[in-house]
């Protein structure tokens, strides 16, 4: 489960210590665009993933051993991503992040 940190509010009301939260957070590598996936049966899984965009780049992080290397990305919308992989991978699971 992706552990989600505290963005600004959009109306203008954030004071310094706000602002420096947040600022502190993302320099230290905490960012709220991290998940999990898990691998179904067949060659592809859909991820949904309201952060994922036609531009986004999503990159995988493996979770164990795996005889077929990573998953890659098929076709990205709004909010949804097709995950490519060989048959036979279901029930791996990978850390994943989205950028963009």
Do not use: W
Request: with cysteine; net charge negative.
């Amino acid at each position: 489960m992706a552990t989600y940190y505290r963005v600004l509010p959009y109306n203008g009301t954030a004071d310094g210590r706000n602002v420096a939260e947040v600022v502190n957070n993302a320099m230290q590598g905490k960012l709220n665009c991290t998940g999990i996936i898990e691998l179904g049966s067949g060659e592809e899984t859909e991820l949904f993933d309201e952060r994922i965009g036609y531009e986004s780049v999503i990159l995988f992080s493996a979770r164990a051993i795996s005889s077929f290397g990573l998953p890659f990305i098929k076709s990205k919308e709004k909010g949804k991503a097709i995950v490519g992989h060989p048959s036979g991978a279901d029930g791996v699971i990978f850390d994943y992040v989205v950028l963009g």
